[in-house]
């Protein structure tokens, strides 16, 4: 008898369905975006929309606080971009490394054999985690406003740093000609150091004679530098801030808004890297370290030589992967308005321009930009981390 | 024969007992030991004295204006007054049952899914429950039939701060079920599309997205559609969640064995029967702590309405204490937001730390 073939029967084959769900799913997508850009198209005729990125090149004609770079109301407003941006990476820098020294600090005091630093450490992080960030920036940033004194009452440092409620306010050094030889000699100092420093590692590799190369160190790192500034008679100057009526003027300041953003970028971040560290450091198994310490090694050998490196290698991913999220948290400035790339420019600019579509899309990709190159760097990082197994 | 009297055991030296012996071995065992002992203890000292001075002993409790209130300590009198703007925000006062018995009601029904244990309607019951409780929650908050409405931009506080959290994690997670299954799926279209979708959410911080939802979004739909802003909010919260939630059960379906797999093949089940009866019982269960963790993060995140002219609960800092009456308690206000968010966070972590431990399957402890 014959079989009688019933004529969808070419769907039970799999490849087929499978080709013929995705031919759906992308025209179920295409449609769906065909339709969104078809009312992005009306409405922007029907409500007289500004498009295009002309808008870049109108003047600005708004102050910004902070910038970095010159910056007037009769900038462009391309120009808005780069000192948001601007300020965007230098509040993250700062905070990547103010961050990783407390975190590193708290997580190594949360394994210390010492009971009181241990709970001290482990009650930071809980503490500091379980508050959402943008709570704490207002937070330090309400503090800040409340409890400092005005700028006539201002704290005072060394009779050249003042903290008041506008902000810190230091000396601000100006380089004169010459200063270039410093910068040079402080280069040169470092490269000498790594050669002093792989010729000793040959050495210590050949005979097993290990040399402290801390006396080399010091000699090109500190020495050698502030000889060569000496010898060219100081080629620096401080311009201190003074107290002119009701605000300082001179010198460098730095705004409460930058201030109380970082300190909570890194008061929090540090949370997430201690743990990290931590982690990293309690997943090195026990027989490493006994087996280093069986084999003759001290244990500040065995910590730096056996431990360490097997715990940075867990521990560094996700340290890489909090710095992206601090400077995504960064953009919480706009609640407070330091001026960077949120506050500024997809919210003050995005208001005084209305081109909302165009802006959102730079911003977003800006993030994405930087995402990018984060994940870029953390590919690498895991390439040259991974232990080379037999 | 010679006889030998029981002597009496020596005492243990003071040094290797009790008190002294602890402090000895766990605070001062050597020298840096001490030094970071004392200087924790000094910091203890700076600290501690200020902070509960200000929040308990010079601090008013008793319900008085706010002269009344010294300024050496907190005026919790603030607190009290704006209690209910805390909690509900603009919600009507007379309607305050609504939203604590949808609370109860999640209550009761916690309590009716632990009591089944291993009934045998079990899974249809609570299938039942979760799909029909956000419809009443939604019902009693919202109001309609003979319910009085309560318009969305009434909602605030801890209320909206809750509601927005949870109808944010139902809403993701079967999205990010299937962008997880869309990583790990073998189509090529189906895969790239969700790793595009994945990856440049991930890059994105929450704030844009919440702008754009809030901005942008409303110009990519029909015009006289006129979106409820909590509800651009949510979308755009959504969008952005269902995206961590993927990642998470991603890594549960990464541990899956191959043979689970294999054997659901071999007897002959569906994709459908395969995935939904075999892989993803397993999968979901692994990430159950995950998935708590990133509700974590969600609730933390919820405080950006602020940003977006929403009232969550952190935003009625802003809101109450630039009332003329209660002017500079904002210190106040902070502290309180701060302690019930960290009361609710810190409780909800322990419970994905404990989740963590009845779920691991490997003995490493």
Redesign the interface.
Known sequence: MEKIKSPLAFLNNNQIRAFLFQVIILVLIVSFFYNAVGNLLNNIESRGIHTGFDFLGVESGFDIAEHLIDYSSTSSNLRVFYVGLINTIVVSVVGIIFASIIGLVIGIARLSNNWLIAKLAGGYIELFRNIPILLQILFWYNLVLVSFPSPKQSFELFGSVFVNLRGIYLPKPIVTEGFIWVMVALVLGIALRALVKRHFNRVHDESGVETNTLAYSLLLLLVLPVMVYLILGSPMVFDYPVLKGFNFKGGMSLSPEFLSLAFALSIYTATYIAEAIRSGIESVSKGQKEAALAMGLTPRQSLRLVVLPQALKLAIPPIINQYLNLTKNSSLAAAIGYSELVSVFAGTMLNQVGQALEIIFMTMMVYLAISLMISLILNIVNHKMSIKER | MAVFKQQVAKKAPNLKIGVIHWLRE??F?SVV?SV??LL??Y??YLIVPTVVNWALFDATFAPVTNEQCGREGACWSYIIEKLDLFMYGFYPPESYWRPQWVLILALIFVWIAKLLKQHKYKTKIVTTLIIIYPIIALFLLYGGLSLEIVETHKWGGLMLTIVVATAGIVASFPIGVLLALGRQS?????RF?SVVYIE?I???????IL??AS??LP?????GMDMDKLLRALIGITLFQSVYIAEVIRGGLQVIPKGQYEAADAMGLSFVQKTGLIILPQALKISIPNIVGSFIAL???T??L??IGLFDI?SM?HLTSSDENWL?R??EG??F??VV??II??SM?RYSKALELRYSTDHKN
Request: charged letters at 10%.
């Open positions: 766990n605070l065992s030991n970071l002992t924790a203890l910091l203890i073998k189509m090529p279209v189906i599309l440049f991930r890059g994105l911080p929450l704030i844009t702008f754009m901005v942008v110009l990519f739909f029909n015009e609730f933390k995140d405080t950006l602020l940003i952190l800092v500079g904002s210190t902070y502290v937001v701060m968010m960290w966070l810190y972590s």
